[in-house]
């Protein structure tokens, strides 16, 4: 992920010019609002430059006359006695000021809205972003990080928008007319007071880049906090049961402890580019008054002209003092806008090929030619996987953890694609359908149910958005879990925990079984091409066991289905078992057959038959005893 050229401009311009150019079409959609603010900022700007103009005329018209060497030149105010003149130019003054802050509220109102617009947006666009992410990508990706990118790396970047990127602009359009005016007054002046110019850059730029770099660092540790407090918390029982507590929290203190000095550091550099900036302050508007009073003095220019000057100065520095104060911001939500981008420009692995189509109804004929799959280019966990399964044909997929059992049926998901070889759906490559249409007409059941914070009806209707309540009962029921539902305080409106972690681990497989039966009956005309049914039983006790196997077959009665199971008492009515061990098939054919074939599935049988009969004495003599 890492980007950029820091030796390049852009990269001295941290990063804003690449994160414009990528968001240009939501900033597109805002032209008319912008349009508005900037009109308003041009006016607030022309009205800002002629702020000190009443008080110059009040100089040298009213309080020292003696330098009025030339007519007012504003025909309308060239009659006036001196007091009705000191009235009109006091009323100006306020006249001025009303108009600019009017002016000034409309910029800055209509550009925070535009921003807030712009970057709404992009949340939006980065989070359906990251969904389409491929599980290759959440697999290496900390979720606390991608947390952290929806949520306050979007929110730094709007804020440091809105409230320093906007009025920098503005006081920098300001400077460029203040620098106008004041060459127009006296060019030499001018010069003088812009020979401090070359220095402010030069400083602004070396500094700026270090607390970006130091900003960069820490954004990423505090990625790295959220990311480690996501884990620990979401895995807080196991943290727990093994007294990590200890070990987590020192890496969550190193962590916390190293962006503690980080930010110090960009703070101090930050602190010491705003002094630096006042200092020149200081320089520029001495040697103005230094060469300015010997002007005044030798009547070249009046003293009220010299007091525009002074005042301009003080006030076109202001932008300086501001980029020397929003720095530290403006870097930071460049690093954040780049945070944002990188997760944006990651491109899906698993996405539709070009001419893919809707899949049609499918039947559920399932053939894998050759076919060789690797998490990471090293290691091959599939070699050379070859099958065939007829539509309707119950398919058990068993052999030692490890195996690649799971890994198999991942690719049937198209969750990823197979690095050799393919795998046909009634006689077409999984690439040829569109992912969506595929996915639709697949039905998965895992071990661990994820059930999500809502109500019981609304996790049975995600399987199928819009579901009227007598469908979800019907599910409900066909799932075995319409009893144990109504049993619950509040029924089906019953609020489940983050995990589901009011109800055992049957009843939530029996509710993501429902889900799966909603999105059946759903289906128009035959149902789902094929199940998915990863160890759904393990380490549930005999009773839920008992119902959650009933309601798997009534799910899959017609359907193709794919059963990964240790337990091979639920896989001898299997139309076809294959034994996968070391990513290959080592044996495949009925149940029947592979106890004739006496290898290692009839060992494997041999042995859970020993087991499941020792224990079944135990029992009897624990019950008799
Ligand atoms: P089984 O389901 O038979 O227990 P799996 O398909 O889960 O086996 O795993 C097969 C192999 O693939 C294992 O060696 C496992 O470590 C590896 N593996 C599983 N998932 C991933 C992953 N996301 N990234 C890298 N390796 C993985």
């Known amino acids: 992920m890492a980007r950029r050229d820091p030796k390049s401009l852009r990269a001295a311009l941290p990063g804003i010019v690449q994160i414009l150019q990528r968001f ?63 009235t009109a130019l006091t009323l100006g003054l306020v006249a001025i000021a009303l108009l600019r802050a009017t002016a000034a509220y409309f910029s800055v109102v209509g ?51 809105v409230m320093a990127v906007l009025p920098l602009i503005a006081h920098s359009l300001t400077l460029v007319g203040m620098i106008g005016v004041m060459f127009w007054l006296h060019w030499e002046l001018a010069l003088i007071a812009a020979a401090v110019f070359p220095l402010f850059i ?14 960069r660092s820490q954004r990423q540790r505090e990625g790295a906090m959220a990311a480690t407090a996501a884990e620990s918390i979401g895995a807080i029982k196991v943290v727990q049961a093994l007294s990590l507590q200890g070990m987590l929290e020192h890496t969550f203190s190193g962590h916390n402890r190293q962006s503690l000095k980080e930010s110090a550091k960009a703070q101090k550099l930050a602190a010491g580019l705003e ?71 990651t491109v899906p692995d698993i996405r539709d ?24 280019s090293t290691t091959r966990i599939l070699h050379n996987v070859s099958f065939e399964v007829q539509p309707g044909q119950h398919v058990a997929l068993v052999g030692p953890s490890g195996g690649g059992k799971s890994t198999l049926v991942s690719l049937l998901l198209r969750l990823y694609d197979p690095l050799e070889g393919r795998i046909l759906v009634d006689g077409h490559d999984l690439r040829e359908y569109k992912l969506q249409s595929l996915r639709q007409q697949i039905s998965v059941v895992l071990q661990e149910s994820i059930l999500f914070a809502a109500s019981v009806k609304d996790n049975i209707a995600y399987g199928c958005l819009g579901a009227s309540d007598q469908a979800i009962e019907q599910a409900a029921r066909l799932a075995n879990a319409h009893d ?26 029996r509710i ?82 592979l106890l004739c074939l006496g290898g290692r599935y009839a060992a494997m049988y041999a042995l859970q038959s020993a087991i499941g009969k020792n224990s079944r004495e135990d029992d009897a003599y624990a019950i008799e005893a």
Not at 499 to 506: E, H
Not at 514 to 543: C, H, K, V
Not at 583 to 588: A, D, H, K, T
């Open 24 to 86: 240009s079409p939501q900033i597109g959609k805002q032209k008319a609002l912008l349009i508005v603010s900037f009109v308003a900022l041009m006016a607030e700007i022309f009205l800002h430059l002629l702020e000190p103009w009443p008080l110059k005329f009040i100089f040298d018209y009213i309080l020292v006359p003696g330098f009025r060497s030339q007519s007012l030149g504003i025909p309308l105010l060239a009659g006036l006695s001196p007091f009705a003149l000191l």
């Open 111 to 161: 550009m925070a809205l535009a921003a807030s617009n712009v970057l709404t947006e992009i949340r939006a666009d980065l989070y359906s972003h990251l969904q389409s992410l491929s599980l290759s990508f959440h697999h290496k990706a900390k979720s606390g990080d991608l947390i952290t990118r929806v949520t306050s790396d979007i929110e730094r970047l709007r804020e440091v928008t």
């Open 202 to 215: 030069f400083f602004t730029m070396r500094l700026t880049r270090r607390i970006r770099q130091v900003v």
């Open 275 to 345: 002094r630096l900036v006042e200092l020149l302050v200081g320089l520029a508007t001495a040697l103005v008054l230094w060469r300015g009073v010997q002007l005044v003095l030798g009547q070249v220019i009046t003293p009220g002209d010299l007091l525009v000057f002074v005042n301009y100065l003080r006030i076109a520095f202001k932008p300086m003092r501001q980029l020397a104060k929003y720095t530290g911001q403006i870097a930071k939500a460049t690093a954040s806008g780049e945070r944002i981008l990188d997760v944006l420009d």
């Open 353 to 376: 090929s070009r001419g893919a189509m809707d899949a049609p109804s499918l039947q559920g004929g399932v053939r894998f030619e050759n076919v060789s799959f690797a998490y990471e």
């Open 484 to 509: 144990f539902i109504m049993a619950l305080p509040e029924g089906y409106d019953t609020i489940l925990g983050e995990r589901g972690a009011t109800l055992s681990g049957g009843q939530r497989q």
């Open 512 to 593: 993501s079984i429902a889900r799966a039966a909603i999105r059946q009956a759903a289906m128009s005309t035959t149902g789902f091409a094929y199940a998915i049914l990863d160890e759904p039983t393990t380490g549930l006790d005999n009773e839920n066991e008992h119902a959650v196997n009933e309601a798997l077959n009534r799910l899959t009665q017609e359907c193709t289905t794919f059963l990964v199971s240790h337990n091979l008492r639920t896989v001898e009515q299997a139309d076809l078992i294959l034994y996968i061990e070391g990513g290959q098939i080592l044996e495949q054919g009925t149940h029947k057959e």
